[in-house]
């Protein structure tokens, strides 16, 4: 096993009814920034939950971060912070807002030129503006994490960010908040966050037993409520597991002491940076492919899951391995999602080059667990996904 730290301070608040701690959680006499998104908080009725909750502070609003939250938009509201003299964020949403709001709560902080060098440059966050959140989409775990994710559309980029100084202050994280979401974002939390499991398993064994069972525990919970949730978003104990295997997949916890991958994201950044496709949806595309081309470096990994999750007890460690790739790409089939780029495009021919230069240009051209996914392997592992 790695030596490790293990770092996370963020209050993770969990259950119902828990949004009216937040007037407990904020320093009193702070002047609160409200951030969200195209208004599912307003049909929901956790805006009024938030609005009623925040009463005694002195509260602004900006709403409008879209899904992969743009650079264009967090500079409207980096704008208003200055202006209004902010001194507390607080996220009501899903991955888009809180990671939009780690973006702002750094760059209200940072002293250099332009915020956008805070992603180009890879500059780490030791301190940022303190902010809390308010989950209504189990997906990410950036709500119990110090990443984000800001995408730029005018020069096609979508790059990551983090640092000690992003955790979330505190996190409500109220299941009852699922009932309303729609299917496809449903899927779509189910396959990021059984593929953040998978970035931080899927490598080489490494006598981590324990590491391996927590991920191996959270990947068993999200396929049996996977079929169950999507068939009854308002069922509150199946929610509350879905939730609580999302935020763990996430947290840090289960990538202490192992190796981990996450080349898979960062070639799966490129589609959505091109595209426009939704997160989950890139990673579907993206890994059964990463793991054919990396199948003798991950077999005997892939063959443990194969027995493990899958139940796959007979044949060779190949066999094995290969069935588990095929079973993975079934498993986000099964939550509707194709796993193909040219099922969500025709304009496909060309794009791998693309998305290779721009791996290279950002300095990521070492990926993978043994550094050795080069922007030339990501182009590869891009065509065989078309
Ligand atoms: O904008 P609104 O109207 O709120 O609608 C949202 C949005 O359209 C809707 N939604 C959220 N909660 C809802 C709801 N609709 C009904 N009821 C609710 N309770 O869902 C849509 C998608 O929301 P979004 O926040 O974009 O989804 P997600 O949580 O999947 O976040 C995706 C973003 O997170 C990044 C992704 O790259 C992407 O930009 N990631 C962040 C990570 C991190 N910080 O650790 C790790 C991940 O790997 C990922 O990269
Ligand atoms: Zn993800």
């Known amino acids: 096993m790695k030596n490790f730290e293990l770092y996370n301070p963020t209050n993770l608040i969990f259950g119902k ?5 937040i007037s407990t959680l904020i320093p009193a006499g702070s002047k609160v920034l409200v951030i969200y998104g195209g208004g599912s908080i307003k049909s929901n009725g956790v805006y009024d939950q938030t609005i009623a909750a925040l009463k005694g502070f002195e509260v602004i609003e900006f709403a409008g971060i879209e899904a992969n939250p743009q650079y264009s938009t967090l500079l409207k509201a980096l704008e208003v912070i200055q202006s209004e003299k ?12 809180i990671d939009g709001t780690k973006f702002l709560s750094s760059a209200a902080m940072y002293e250099g030129d332009s915020p956008w060098d805070i992603l180009a440059n890879r500059i780490r966050t030791v301190k940022g503006m303190p902010f809390g959140t308010i989950l ?11 990443g984000a994710v800001v995408s730029r559309a005018e020069t096609n980029e979508k790059l990551a960010m983090g640092g000690p100084g992003l955790f979330p202050q505190f996190s409500i994280c109220d299941p009852s908040v699922v009932a309303s979401i729609p299917e496809r974002q449903l899927a779509n939390g189910v396959a990021d966050a059984y593929t953040h499991v998978l970035e931080q398993y899927m490598t080489y064994p490494t006598e981590a037993h324990l590491q391996d069972r927590f991920s191996e525990s959270i990947m068993q919970t999200l396929i049996e409520v996977a079929p169950r949730i999507m068939k009854d978003p308002s069922n509150y104990e199946v929610a509350a597991n879905f939730m609580w295997c999302c935020t763990l997949a996430l947290n840090g916890l289960i990538q202490k002491g192992v190796p981990t991958d ?10 959505t940076a091109h595209y426009g496709v939704d997160h989950a949806r890139t990673l579907a595309i993206v890994l059964p492919n990463a793991y054919h081309h990396q199948f003798d470096k991950k077999k ?4 443990q899951y194969a027995e493990r999750i899958w139940g796959i007890s007979t044949g060779t460690v190949e066999e094995k391995a290969k069935a588990a ?15 193909r780029l040219r099922d969500y495009t025709d304009d496909y021919q060309g794009f791998a080059a693309k998305a290779a230069q721009s791996l290279q240009d950002h300095g990521l051209s070492k990926l993978g667990e043994h550094g050795d996914i080069t922007p030339q392997v990501a182009e590869k592992i891009l065509e065989m996904s078309y």
Not at 17 to 21: E, H, P, R, S
Not at 300 to 303: H, S, V
């Open 17 to 21: 009814g828990q949004i009216t701690k």
């Open 86 to 97: 902010i001194d507390f964020l607080l996220a009501v949403g899903g991955g888009s807002v």
């Open 136 to 146: 209504t989409l189990p997906a990410t775990g950036s709500e119990m994490n110090s």
């Open 262 to 271: 996450w080349s898979v994201h960062m070639i799966a950044h490129e589609i």
């Open 300 to 303: 005997e990994k892939l063959a």
């Open 325 to 339: 790739i095929k079973k993975t790409e079934t498993f986000y089939q099964s939550l509707g999602i194709k796993t």
